[in-house]
């Protein structure tokens, strides 16, 4: 089954090419396209972003996504960039195609052209075909090392983005985890002496375990030390501990590992009639726009996907024109708190 965004952009792109969408015309907002299509600004921007790269459209702030050609390029000097990314659950993704696009339109000689880390897996010998360059997203080491290694063999240009692969030789762009710890951690603890980081899993991602590494250090700087200093949700009653512990005043302050598990958690202390603003401070990671919307808001660590994107881009290029150039093992990108009405 196809993405849902790329649904969007081919129903679009044959409407566009059928000139019901003359040149000069506007196109409906990504706004007006997620309520026709029932889904996120976030596809439907992937899918505009998509017709923007073919050259059929520019997407001007103000002025919405002009119609600027009905036809299809077949320049074949172009060649592709491919960004590899999950696109399950979009929402839970940073919009990293921004800073991405932002690069490869001052080059002409590039195309952006986005793929699952799935499709790619299955079938990534296929999908080589005219690429100068891959930026991928580690979903899970363990299921894309394989494909890594294969590209890395085949001196085919990579930047990671998000998650680096320990001692791997493939470039890293990512978020300042170790920083966002100490960050999250310090929001929670105000008024606070019992917190508690919650992974959903066993530490198994390194950028958890900086995020952890974060909230250890701000608790020996502070001279405190809690009895329960992690739990990992295994199973569901995981959620049920969490809440017998806020219950018995065992835990007063989570960092949660993500904004997806802070906002089950606080969903799950809500059917426990547990009054959050008053028994418990929770900060998750990565400022997904659920975040905003949950109840209480949630207090979270933004990550600059933008300039990921972009930086990351940058690196690629570079590596594309010098395969020699040389480039930092990981070059972390600063983040910031933003705080709402889960922490004191």
Same mark, same amino acid.
């Given at each position: ?148 290694? *294969? /590209?890395?063999?085949? +001196?085919?240009?990579?930047? $990671?983005?998000?998650? %680096?692969?320990?001692?791997?030789? &493939? ?125 209480? *808001? /949630?207090?979270?660590? +933004?990550?600059?996907?933008? $300039?990921?994107?972009? %930086?990351?881009?940058?690196?690629? &290029? ?27």
């Amino acid at each position: 089954m196809q993405p849902k965004y790329k649904l969007i952009y081919q129903s679009l792109k044959k409407d566009i090419l059928s000139q019901k969408y003359p040149i000069g015309s506007t196109l409906p907002s990504e706004i007006s396209l997620a309520e026709k299509y029932q889904v996120s600004r976030i596809t439907t921007k992937r899918a505009l972003n998509e017709l923007e790269q073919d050259k059929l459209v520019a997407r001007k702030q103000g002025k919405g996504t002009i119609v600027i050609q009905n036809s299809i390029s077949q320049d074949i000097h172009v060649q592709e960039i491919l960004l590899v990314i999950p696109f399950a659950n979009n929402y839970e993704f940073g919009d990293y195609m921004s800073g991405v696009l932002k690069e490869i339109n001052n080059t002409p000689e590039y195309h952006l052209k986005t793929i699952s880390n799935q499709e790619f897996k299955k079938d990534y010998v296929n999908s080589l075909t005219n690429v100068a360059g891959i930026l991928y997203y580690v979903n899970q080491v363990s299921e894309n090392i394989n494909v890594l290694s *294969s /590209l890395y063999l085949r +001196n085919i240009p990579v930047v $990671l983005l998000d998650k %680096k692969i320990l001692n791997f030789p &493939l470039p890293c762009v990512m978020p300042d985890n170790l920083a966002g710890g100490k960050l999250a951690t310090t929001a929670v603890l105000k008024g606070n002496l019992h917190p508690c980081f919650v992974a959903d899993s066993a530490l198994s991602e390194i950028s958890v375990r900086s995020r952890y590494l974060g909230f250890l250090t701000t608790l020996k700087e502070q001279n405190i030390a809690t009895d329960i200093p992690l739990i990992t949700l295994n199973k569901k009653s995981d959620l049920k501990t969490i809440a017998n512990y806020v219950s018995n005043k065992k835990i007063d302050a989570i960092v949660a590992e993500n904004d997806v598990t802070a906002i089950n958690i606080i969903n799950y202390l809500h059917e426990q009639d547990i009054d959050i603003s008053k028994d418990v401070s929770i900060v998750g990671f990565d400022n997904i726009q659920a975040a905003s919307l949950s109840y209480p *808001s /949630l207090t979270t660590i +933004n990550q600059d996907f933008n $300039l990921i994107g972009a %930086k990351a881009t940058a690196i690629l &290029l570079n590596k594309i024109q010098d395969p020699n150039f040389d480039v930092p093992d990981t070059i972390t990108i600063p983040v910031k708190l933003i705080r709402r009405q889960s922490t004191k």
